[in-house]
């Protein structure tokens, strides 16, 4: 009966029979759990350090999707001017914090770090950053001008609905090189700080008189008829905004003649490199306010554009002509050129980069994410400092990557809305146009607009429909202008690699 009964319980509880483990199958039992809990912690752990050291990055990506999705939900409502302004305040107010740091980084910056070299190595670091940023821009826009030919993007009879009042201005890239050397060599450099030169054709009405009689007389040649005529005469002006290219060349020039001063310039040397210290610690600061800051542009901008719907279905082959070529940059060339000289992991470089990036694209200005831009650099990816305070500065002015392919695309575009049949001799003169003024461009948004009545005078197309781009350039000049940060970025680190010698020369100098 009892062996009965023992049978049912087991028949019935069959879950509950336990048998009772030697004491080597517990140890081994606690052992498998210890290793459980062991691997659980190490990836909860790992997880925690990720979000704690990519924090910035994670709550940045989290205020453009907000932004965007804001900006969707908000635009059907048809929101008043005022609420709109009210939406884009705080982005207003991040961007004057990060433009009101850009001034006092780039001199402290520049200054501390070329004193910490010699006029040799300074002379050898311009060189390859000036010639890595010619071969650039020039592959930009033959990039540019490959798809943009092949796309075929201009359609005559698109220009329909979309035509905006003419725009005229008289523009020439030989005036853009002139003003360039101008700002340079700035007469003032108080005046820089504020103000920069530039050209303009102002139009003034000239008396013409017509003469009657063939008498070199003054009495027999009577006036016939006075007719007056208006003549663009050109003249240099100045405009508001930072020459921020004559004050990187006076703080360059300052900055060689201090290392070469020896002890003596020891007080002002440490005076710079401390207020370059303060003003990156600023910087960490004000980085805090980027999710809220792109999260408040981003939006602001989508409800503030037009009909998106009818601008992306006339000019939508345009804009994907753009955005093609510049993720076929970075992508692709750039990875490449990154990992055939530098010889490492180009995505892990491109991946720390991420931040500076997010906010190149919100602010639409390599000016103002560049005091993010030299975070990413000395935090994120290492680079040496008199290496990325030289050429950051320096290539955000000057070294425009994707306004060289935008303006490659935008004159042929404008060629084929005009029905133009260009010849082969035409396609390259525009191509080295493009290049030539994406060295002219200033870092502000929009400038590239400027650029391309200068290189359409090249091959004498009409410029007036250069108008039909400013319904798209809100969302262009973002795209194109991550691809400048990302160029100037990738420079410092290819430049940094050819002068390894030099700096570790540059270091045992000192520490002698």
Known sequence: MEGNANSKANIRFPDYVFTKMSTEEEDNLAKNCNKRNVVTARKTENIRRYIRDNLLLVVTVAGVLLGVTLGCILRPLNLSSDAVMLVSYPGELFMRLLKLLILPLIIASLTAGNARLNASING?????????FVLTSFTNAVLGTILVLSIHPGDPHKKVGLREEAVGREAHILDGILDLGRNIFTDNIFQAAFQQAHTV???????????????????LNVPEAVTTEVELVRTIQYRYGTNTLGIIFFCLIFGTVLGTMGPKAYVVVQFFT????VVMRMVSGVMWLTPIGVSSVICGKILSVGDLGLVMQQLGWFVFTVALGVFIYQLV???????IIVHRNPFKYYWGLVPATLTAFAT???????????????EKVHIDPRISRFILPVGCN??????????????????????????????ITLCLASTAASFSSASVPSAALVLIFMVLSTID???????????VDWFVDRIRTTNNMLGDCYAAAIVEHLSKEQLVAADAAIHQ
């Open 274 to 277: 401390i207020v370059d210290d």
């Open 124 to 132: 050898k670091i311009a060189l390859r950053t000036l010639v890595y």
């Open 333 to 339: 060339i750039m990875q490449l050129i990154y990992f």
């Open 364 to 378: 639409a200005s390599t000016a103002a994410a560049l005091p993010v831009t030299f975070r990413c650099m000395d």
């Open 398 to 427: 000057i070294n425009m990557d994707g306004t060289a392919m935008f303006v490659a695309i935008a004159s042929f575009f404008i060629a084929q809305m005009n029905e133009l049949q260009l010849s082969v001799g035409e396609i």
């Open 461 to 471: 197309a009409p410029s007036q429909d250069v108008s039909l781009l400013f319904a």
């Open 201 to 219: 054709y102002i139009p003034k009405d000239v008396v013409v008189q017509n003469f009657t009689g063939n008498n070199t007389s003054a009495v």
